[in-house]
């Protein structure tokens, strides 16, 4: 259907496509934005692990959010994975996701040692 990799390793840097909080093909706790950023965050450990990294490998995270006045909510969640791994982030607000009942997508940048 969409020519899509979930994430692709060039040289030295890791790349995570947009990562969105769906289970079982189902949006993730709609509603609460610090469950669907932590879930999401989850995920992309996980997808770094399986290369053989951490998230001390990330350099740079984006975030795309439904609504831009839950930013404590997404940045609590954050705190909690990179408070002191600091990679540079950037939070966008976005009218709308792929479902409506999604709150935030992240894309991860990582550069592998």
């Known amino acids: 259907m969409v020519g899509y990799s979930r994430a692709v390793r060039i040289g030295n840097i890791f790349e995570i496509a947009g990562t969105t909080a769906v289970k079982d093909g189902k949006p993730y706790v ?9 879930y999401i965050l989850e995920n992309i ?4 692990e399986k290369e053989g990294l951490g998230l001390k490998n990330v350099i740079r ?13 997404y940045g609590r969640a954050y705190g909690e994975f990179f408070r002191d791994i600091k990679p540079v982030a950037t939070m966008v607000e976005v009218s709308l996701l792929i479902d409506k009942e999604l709150m935030i997508e992240i894309e991860v940048s990582a550069v592998v040692d």
């Open 61 to 73: 995270t984006r975030m795309f959010v439904t609504d831009i006045s839950k930013w404590e909510e």
């Open 45 to 48: 450990k996980k997808v770094l």
């Open 30 to 38: 709609a509603g609460n934005a610090y469950e669907q950023t932590k």
